[in-house]
């Protein structure tokens, strides 16, 4: 309940008795006193009163703003925590400067595999321990696909050498790739002028480093790095190897001959060992006592007088051996079945197998297989020669002309018998 002031006429008169009051000053009191409370906060708010209080100020988090833009909360994460949000790096203008506009190693990279029908490059990384000296290094994979046996070869990863690892190691990832790209480029088109479309910081390593790196290989032999075909290229690689591969095995079969217990022509005796060869005597024969020798011999010499059979096992021991000095396995099958011990085998084997047939080792040094028709003897020489054609050595050849007084359809009979 509110009282209101009785108002009297003293009240009223005193209002009245002055002047110089306007009518709306005396309303302002007539309501102020009808009404103190409103009246007290109405005088506060007029004109020429005290300075007025500042507004109470209002956190933010009080706010509420009513809004139909909608944004991205993950956006606004580093503002809310206080950290302006870091700008993405422009792969551009890292690479090739603020004022570079032209293509990056990357893109010719891919553009090169594009035009070469090559599969696209494969980019590994990986992060140096800090012990290491840290930062990170990058190294291209190149592929292709044969378009005729749909094979795929995948080259081994393009890596800078042990001594010149650090130069490929960089701060950001970014940069270890176009670095990576860079060196693969120059792999496969340093005989190009590629290095005129690559940033500057590419276009010095192309020029320098890398030239001087090359440079090292192709005197150390390794020119084939550099090949514009890197596939060509490993494919000849890999032959080479496998040629070099086929030597080594051949090399350790010939090894396996002092097993048998002899020394063969051309090898070193070792410490102990005996020197037969070194104290064989050599004798000298022409072409036609050499060949009625060896007839003798094939005709009357006798092996196996006792008919001894060999086990199987034995057999295939011996087959195995001789095979791997360097004679027919079909030779050696033939005199194992003939012969009662491996040394009877070989005997045969060095008499019975046509010149043409035997390993290099059983010939003497500077000697040329097969028997040289030095006479000038065209028609004989012509007739040895088809011989020959047919299938027949050609020092069985001569000597069945010979036995046959030249007649040819004689001697391919006897030479048949052989």
Same mark, same amino acid.
């Given at each position: 309940?509110?009282?209101?002031?009785?108002?009297?006429?003293?009240?009223?008169?005193?209002?009245?008795?002055?002047?110089? @009051?306007?009518? /709306?000053?005396?309303?302002?009191?007539? /309501?102020?006193?009808?009404?103190?409370?409103?009246?007290?906060?109405?005088?506060?708010?007029?004109?020429?009163?005290?300075?007025?209080?500042?507004?109470?100020?209002?956190?933010?988090?009080?706010?509420?703003?009513?809004?139909?833009?909608?944004?991205?909360?993950?956006?606004?994460?580093?503002?809310?925590?206080?950290?302006?949000?870091?700008?993405?790096?422009?792969?551009?203008?890292?690479?090739?400067?603020?004022?570079?506009?032209?293509?990056?190693?990357?893109?010719?990279?891919?553009?090169?595999?594009?035009?070469?029908?090559?599969?696209?490059?494969?980019?590994?990384?990986?992060?140096?321990?800090?012990?290491?000296?840290?930062?990170?290094?990058?190294? @291209?994979?190149?592929?292709?696909?044969?378009?005729?046996?749909?094979?795929?070869?995948?080259?081994?990863?393009?890596?800078?050498?042990?001594?010149?690892?650090?130069? $490929?190691?960089?701060?950001?990832?970014?940069?270890?790739?176009?670095?990576?790209?860079?060196?693969?480029? !120059?792999?496969?088109?340093?005989?190009?002028?590629?290095?005129?479309?690559?940033?500057?910081?590419?276009?010095?390593?192309?020029?320098?480093? /890398?030239?001087?790196?090359?440079?090292?290989?192709?005197? =150390?032999?390794?020119?084939?790095?550099?090949?514009?075909?890197? !596939?060509?290229?490993?494919?000849?690689?890999?032959?080479?190897?496998?040629? @070099?591969?086929?030597?080594?095995?051949? $090399?350790?079969?010939?090894?396996?001959?002092?097993?048998?217990?002899?020394?063969?022509?051309?090898?070193? $005796?070792?410490?102990?060992?005996?020197? =037969?060869?070194?104290?064989?005597?050599?004798?000298?024969?022409?072409?036609?006592?050499?060949?009625?020798?060896?007839? =003798?011999?094939?005709?009357?010499?006798?092996?196996?007088?006792?008919?001894?059979?060999?086990?199987?096992?034995?057999?295939?021991?011996?087959?195995?051996?001789?095979?791997?000095?360097?004679?027919?396995?079909?030779?050696?099958?033939?005199? $194992?079945?003939?012969?009662?011990?491996?040394?009877?085998?070989?005997?045969?084997?060095?008499?019975?197998?046509?010149?043409?047939?035997?390993?290099?080792?059983?010939?003497?040094?500077?000697?040329?297989?097969?028997?040289?028709?030095?006479?000038?003897?065209?028609?004989?020489?012509?007739?040895?020669?088809?011989?020959?054609?047919?299938?027949?050595?050609?020092?069985?050849?001569?000597?069945?002309?010979?036995?046959?007084?030249?007649?040819?359809?004689?001697?391919?009979?006897?030479?048949?018998? /052989?």
């Amino acid at each position: 309940m509110v009282n209101f002031p009785v108002l009297t006429s003293s009240t009223l008169n005193l209002s009245l008795h002055v002047k110089s @009051v306007s009518i /709306f000053q005396l309303l302002d009191r007539l /309501f102020c006193l009808f009404f103190p409370l409103m009246g007290s906060k109405k005088s506060q708010g007029q004109r020429g009163a005290g300075p007025k209080k500042p507004p109470q100020e209002v956190p933010d988090s009080d706010h509420i703003v009513f809004t139909n833009k909608h944004t991205d909360s993950s956006k606004d994460g580093s503002a809310k925590n206080g950290n302006p949000e870091t700008p993405r790096p422009d792969a551009r203008k890292v690479i090739g400067g603020a004022s570079w506009t032209g293509k990056l190693p990357v893109n010719l990279l891919s553009e090169l595999c594009q035009k070469q029908k090559w599969n696209k490059p494969e980019y590994s990384m990986r992060h140096l321990p800090e012990g290491a000296g840290g930062g990170h290094v990058s190294s @291209v994979t190149l592929a292709a696909i044969n378009p005729k046996t749909k094979e795929t070869t995948k080259l081994p990863p393009f890596q800078l050498p042990v001594s010149h690892r650090d130069l $490929a190691s960089q701060e950001t990832p970014l940069e270890a790739r176009h670095f990576a790209a860079t060196y693969a480029l !120059f792999r496969v088109s340093s005989m190009k002028n590629i290095h005129m479309t690559l940033p500057p910081k590419y276009r010095d390593l192309w020029k320098g480093e /890398f030239a001087q790196l090359k440079e090292e290989d192709v005197k =150390a032999g390794r020119a084939w790095m550099y090949d514009a075909d890197p !596939f060509a290229a490993a494919l000849e690689t890999k032959k080479i190897r496998n040629a @070099v591969e086929l030597r080594k095995v051949k $090399a350790a079969e010939q090894k396996t001959a002092p097993s048998l217990g002899m020394i063969l022509p051309g090898q070193h $005796a070792g410490r102990g060992s005996s020197k =037969a060869w070194e104290r064989a005597p050599l004798v000298d024969m022409g072409n036609k006592i050499r060949s009625d020798v060896e007839d =003798a011999v094939k005709s009357h010499g006798t092996w196996n007088p006792y008919q001894v059979v060999l086990p199987e096992s034995r057999r295939l021991t011996i087959v195995t051996e001789l095979s791997g000095l360097g004679f027919r396995r079909s030779h050696v099958e033939e005199a $194992a079945q003939q012969c009662k011990d491996r040394e009877e085998t070989l005997e045969w084997l060095l008499i019975h197998v046509p010149e043409d047939d035997l390993p290099a080792w059983s010939f003497p040094v500077n000697y040329t297989s097969g028997i040289s028709l030095a006479s000038g003897d065209l028609a004989k020489e012509a007739k040895v020669k088809r011989l020959t054609q047919a299938g027949y050595s050609s020092d069985d050849s001569a000597s069945a002309l010979r036995h046959s007084e030249g007649d040819e359809r004689v001697s391919s009979c006897k030479v048949a018998s /052989f």
